[in-house]
């Protein structure tokens, strides 16, 4: 970040613009230009200039260049030539942009926040924590709709009167207009927002303004941990257990490790949020390391919404094909006919997640990963489509005929978003159905024009996957419906359990949140499951005390820290042979000089998606205690390794990773 910083201080005036592609045609006339149907226009003919075209469709009213790079690598030469074709044009706008993300008011509200006796008692043990002159750590835990937001602003009321900085940190999928409209009405000009969305002059203008003391509350995402706020007293993780906030891509580091450290070199108050807490605080927060502090009732005496399970065993015997069950479907046309909003869930984007052949049974792969390839449909046309690898992004024509035995027989299975939309029109016609998925949100200006129509009643149904689950707070919303619900708890991956649980009770938790009772409706093949059950009753506690027991006798975490080493080359021979050299290192050094370090070793062995972009991964878990010691021992494994393949393969180390 600080070198970030210098170049756009050495950049002058051009730290002060950044430059936006604006699409010249109609969604419907880029559309025309990908299917071959324009008149003037031909189809691009480079893979990323096509890309670049399908983005602009759902941009609005532009995307920035930046973000076009990051997501494409360098495609300069790419966007001057779509420019020359009439495809987009590129305009210069104004850096200040930056204060503009939300709508500061002329006034800020500066109303005290109302707290009823529950929220009252919150505050007041995290006020004491706060002005006692050291650092602590707390765990605010509330069930979903309880008012942990109100207890926030009240404690950041606080300590600003006290004149100390405070951080507050958002996972990205929760990082609404809504969420920010709280924050920005109420503190005007004493806030800074911080996220990936921004470019970088933008990102520039809001670090010197945090930097300068002129907004002492910083919010954003898990960079944000990094703002330069002046003293700070308060540092706030919102849904903590997200693992967003955990960064897979070097640097690689969790925020609330950094916030921890930042909380104790400066005597502040490190305060975790959540419903649905991670395993791993909940512990601490029980052993007592930090101040556990709860919230048992929703705010107003709203009542939790009332969860039904449809076991979708009995749908496919009734000869119902559809993804949307029948009880869900009944009370989908009820809520519509009320006047009120659903939401919808599904953690899968496309239309049919593979295409396998009918003959031979085959899976048409990706070329360059060992994943299958979803068909996705064109945007507005569900007659025509495509198979996209959600792994590298490649998009490929639907072929003819099996590419291993060449029988035309080809089959579509499964369903993701884009099938459950078009079964929503079938369903209740006339319907409004606003679909958000990274296919419909490739830009936060898509991402806030769809919620911002949800809101204003411009749509029936809200349907999406995971960023439909949290951060949203929607009154007229009576109905949430789960498709789906138990894919989520066969991964392989420890985890598998705890997420699925925080993921359903989140999505519950958006019923009923204004003056009409909700109801949730959870569709699943194994109704009788422990998660399932535990979710839809909203008991964390009962699921933490199964989960620490399995854990405990497993050895997972938290009772032992996790360390992902990942061997990556274009090349299997090599990648083979290296994690062949470094499971020998490995062992030589836990046997010999790193003795002391007790450590169990996995592998190696391929990872789950051995080949990702062309390149094969190699893998090796480890379970130990990560201290100096075992720290130092993964820092000299790295060094020799590095030392022996030179511009070979890559060894990367990651300390508790999120997936495994």
Not at 373 to 398: K, N, Q, S
Not at 437 to 458: C, I, N, P, Q, V
Request: proline content about 5%; hydrophobic content about 35%; charged content about 25%.
């Amino acid at each position: 970040m600080p070198l970030l910083i210098r170049e756009l201080e050495t950049a002058g005036g051009d730290a002060r613009g950044e430059m936006y592609c604006e699409p010249v045609l109609s969604p419907d006339g880029l559309r025309a230009v990908l299917d071959k149907r324009h008149p003037d226009i031909k189809r691009p003919a480079s893979a990323i200039q096509v890309a670049i075209t399908e983005s602009l469709i759902g941009c609005g009213d532009g995307i920035r260049e930046t973000e076009l790079e990051e997501k494409f690598g360098k495609c300069r030469a790419q966007i001057l030539s779509l420019e020359k074709k009439g495809v987009l044009r590129r305009v210069m706008r104004d850096a200040e942009r930056a204060r503009s993300e939300t709508v500061l008011p002329e006034k800020p509200n500066a109303e005290p926040v109302r707290l009823n006796d529950e929220q009252s008692a919150a505050f007041e043990k995290l006020a004491e924590l706060s002005g006692d002159g050291r650092a602590h750590g707390a765990l605010l835990y509330g069930v979903t709709g309880s008012g942990k937001t109100a207890v926030m602003l009240a404690l950041i009321d606080l300590m600003l009167s006290r004149g100390r900085g405070v951080i507050l940190l958002l996972p990205e999928i929760a990082l609404t207009p809504q969420s920010l409209a709280i924050f920005c009405s109420r503190y005007g000009e004493r806030v800074a927002v911080l996220h990936s969305g921004l470019s970088r002059s933008e990102r520039y203008a809001a670090w010197e303004r945090i930097r300068t003391g002129a907004a002492p509350l910083a919010v954003g995402t898990r960079s944000a941990i990094f703002a330069p706020v002046k003293d700070p007293g308060l540092i706030v993780i919102d849904e903590e257990q997200e693992h967003t906030y955990k960064s897979d891509m070097s640097p690689r580091y969790h925020a609330r490790d950094i916030a921890r450290y930042r909380s104790a070199a400066n005597s502040a108050l490190m305060l975790l949020c959540s419903a649905t807490p991670s395993v791993e605080s909940f512990k601490k927060a029980c052993d007592g390391t930090y101040t556990l502090v709860r919230l048992t009732h929703r705010y107003g005496g709203a009542a939790l919404p009332a969860v039904t399970v449809a076991d979708m065993r009995g749908e496919a015997r009734g000869a119902n094909l559809s993804p949307i069950g029948t009880e869900l479907a009944s009370r989908l046309c009820e809520v519509y006919s009320r006047g009120e909003q659903s939401i919808l869930f599904l953690n899968r984007r496309g239309y049919n997640n593979f295409v396998s052949c009918a003959s031979c049974g085959t899976a048409i792969t990706c070329p360059r990963c060992s994943v299958s390839m979803t068909y996705h449909t064109r945007e507005g046309d569900y007659g025509a489509g495509e198979l996209v690898c959600h792994w590298c992004g490649r998009h490929m024509p639907l072929p003819e005929k099996c590419p291993n035995c060449g029988s035309e027989h080809l089959v579509r299975m499964g369903y993701g978003t884009q099938r459950v939309e078009q079964e929503l029109g079938l369903l209740i016609p006339g319907v409004r159905v606003i679909r958000m998925d990274t296919d419909t949100t490739s830009t936060r200006e898509a991402y806030d024009r769809l919620l911002g129509k949800f809101r204003a009643h411009e749509g029936d149904i809200l349907l999406g996957t995971q960023m439909v689950t949290k951060g949203h707070d929607f009154p007229d919303v009576t109905l949430v419906g789960v498709l789906l619900a138990d894919m989520s708890l066969y991964l392989d991956d420890y985890r598998a359990g705890e997420r699925t649980f925080a993921m359903l009770t989140q999505v519950i938790g958006r019923a009923g949140r204004g003056q009409k009772p909700g109801e949730a409706i959870i569709q699943t093949n194994n109704p009788e499951h422990d998660i399932i059950k535990l979710a839809c009753r909203q008991d964390y506690d009962t699921f933490y005390a199964r989960e620490i027991r399995l854990r405990r006798a497993l050895t997972f975490p938290p009772f032992c820290d996790i360390v992902l080493l990942t061997v990556t080359s274009p090349d299997e021979r090599a990648a083979v042979m290296s994690g062949k050299l470094l499971s020998d290192k490995l062992r030589e050094l836990t046997g010999g000089e790193f003795g002391d370090v007790p450590a169990i070793v996995f592998g190696p062995f391929e990872a789950p998606v051995y080949r990702v972009d062309g390149k094969y991964r190699i893998r090796m878990i480890i379970k130990c205690r990560l201290c100096g010691r075992s720290r130092a021992m993964f820092a000299r494994l790295r060094a020799e390794f590095s030392d022996r393949a030179k511009r070979g393969p890559v060894l990367s180390v990651d300390f508790n990773p999120t997936n495994i």
